[in-house]
């Protein structure tokens, strides 16, 4: 087949990828809660984790399936509204300074934390409010939950921001405190 420059990931870091040819692909469909929002993806995230971030906690009404993709595998389609911290007056809510997600330095090209209040752009649908994704800027977090998982289903890797957990799991997974370094985080691990 011809070769269609599709991203794989090599590793946990969202940012170690490599090109694959078409047939090696892995297309997931997903769309909002009344379908006004579609979206497709050209391969399986490269990071599934599951996030108990304050940030997370409030966009998503829960903890979140995180599902980290490069930007150029996604196709979203429908009316989207587009919450921008750089707009005169926006403001998440969040606590002033609080770091909660991995983005890219363009600069540097390392992964650092960033602050949800100046730097993640949330999309949600126009038509029934759904979380649909947050650009962390060199790197998409698609809410998991849109996803039409088929049999594989979600399967979470890690989790990030343990230390923040309202809800506790066993189930055998790195619980991060914060973040891996790979995401710019302490790598420091805490118990289940």
């Known amino acids: 087949g011809r070769d269609t420059k599709t991203l794989r990931n090599n590793s946990h870091n969202p940012f170690s990828v490599s090109i694959m040819s078409e047939e090696d ?5 997903g769309q909002c809660y009344c379908g006004a929002v579609k979206l497709k993806a050209t391969v399986r995230p490269t990071v599934q984790a599951i996030c108990h971030c ?11 399936f995180v599902t980290l993709f490069p930007p150029e595998t996604l196709t979203v389609t429908g009316d989207v509204i587009v919450n921008d911290p750089k707009k005169e007056g926006f403001h998440m809510g969040y606590p002033e300074g609080e770091t909660v997600g991995p983005v890219k330095d363009e600069e ?5 934390l960033y602050q949800p209040c100046g730097f993640s752009i949330r999309k949600t649908c126009k038509a029934c409010h759904s979380n ?6 060199g790197i998409v977090d698609v809410n998991g939950g849109v ?6 289903g979600f399967q979470p890797s890690f989790h990030l921001n343990y230390e923040s957990a309202v809800l ?6 790195p619980k991060y405190k914060d973040f891996p370094t790979d995401f ?3 790598n420091e691990l805490v118990e289940e």
């Open 184 to 186: 710019g985080g302490s």
């Open 168 to 173: 506790k799991m066993k189930d055998g997974l």
């Open 54 to 64: 304050t940030a997370c906690r409030r966009f998503g009404g829960s903890l979140v």
């Open 25 to 29: 692909s892995v297309v997931m469909n």
């Open 108 to 112: 540097d090209g390392k992964t650092k």
């Open 147 to 152: 996803w039409n998982w088929g049999s594989e």
């Open 132 to 137: 649909i994704l947050n650009d962390h800027g």
